[in-house]
């Protein structure tokens, strides 16, 4: 079995316009990893996850998943997309159905399969979205947080591999943020091979394995998190700041209150932590949790 679950191998998409939307992409996913892919409106996130499924097929360059080339047949992108599912930042894009239980059991019934093992599948999602309360709810009704679920209950209920998520947390408030970001984890723990979009550094910093920074169409810097944010030239330059804990971990050094040697933390509970031991002083939480005290 290939050690990468998907390849891109000098991927290119020009528009009808002529925007040249992906230049030369070379990408790899290893399975099971959760990465993030940052960069601002027009950098080619949207575009290169609808290569990763087949929607849209590259005019130059290769993918690969799990190690063969996509074929753009109608069998070969039917196996393509029941094995690599796109969660769309808005779900009302995706949501169709009267009821949540008949959206869910939409995709497997077409897949032909018996009705026992959609009904299992179905049952199986809305446990791991947490949403068996609203199966009889019409879609429409529910909060936009709910349908965000509902949206990747439809993508489990197809057994995918690999689930894309496009900006997941757009327009969620910081709490529902956090909890979707909780169940992305608890996706990926059961083995699944996760990729996010989004805007948010501090999100990304601390959630992904590896991420990637796209900027015009084109890959500036990928790696894991500790590493891509050590070099801010190429952060700047894709408009984008750097997580707050890599900002405060810099200004931290430069007053002499962290050890030199002082890894980037990936939570603040490792920043506390770091500065809890150093001999400048005590390290306290303040009452929300982000504010810092330094105590004599």
């Not at 993918?63 to 196996?79: F, H, K, M, Q, T």
């Amino acid at each position: 079995m290939a050690a990468f679950i998907l390849e891109t191998e000098a991927v290119e998409y020009v528009y009808p316009d002529g925007t040249q939307a992906l230049r030369k992409i070379d990408m790899a996913v290893a399975k099971g990893q959760k990465v993030a892919i940052l960069g601002s409106n027009g950098a080619g996130k949207s575009t290169l996850f609808l290569h990763l499924n087949g929607i849209l097929r590259p005019a130059g360059g290769k993918i690969r998943y799990d190690g063969r080339e996509v074929v753009y047949n109608a069998a070969g992108l039917r196996e393509l997309r029941t094995r690599v599912g796109i969660v769309f930042q808005d779900p009302d894009s995706q949501l169709f159905s009267a009821s949540v239980l008949q959206e869910i059991s939409f995709g497997p019934l077409n897949l032909g399969l018996e009705k026992r093992e959609v009904k299992e599948r179905v049952l199986k999602a809305m446990s791991e979205t947490e949403i068996e309360d609203l199966a009889d709810k019409p879609t429409h009704m529910l909060s936009f947080g709910q349908k965000k679920r509902v949206a990747i209950a439809d993508i489990l209920a197809m057994m995918p591999e690999v689930i894309i998520f496009d900006e997941p947390t757009a327009w969620l408030d910081p709490r529902h943020a956090r909890e979707f970001m909780q169940l992305l984890d608890h996706l990926a723990a059961a083995g699944r091979t996760i990729i996010i979009s989004t805007h948010d550094v501090d999100i990304a910093y601390a959630w992904a394995d590896n991420i990637l920074i796209m900027n015009h169409g084109q890959i500036v810097a990928s790696g894991v998190p500790t590493e891509v944010f050590r070099h801010p030239d190429s952060i700047i330059a894709a408009d984008l700041a750097l997580p707050w804990l890599v900002e405060m971990h810099g200004e931290l050094m430069r007053r002499d209150w962290l050890r030199p040697d002082a890894p980037l933390p990936r939570s603040k509970e490792a920043l506390f932590a770091s500065l809890g031991g150093h001999d400048k002083g005590k390290i306290t939480a303040g009452t929300t949790g982000t504010v810092l005290r330094v105590l004599p």
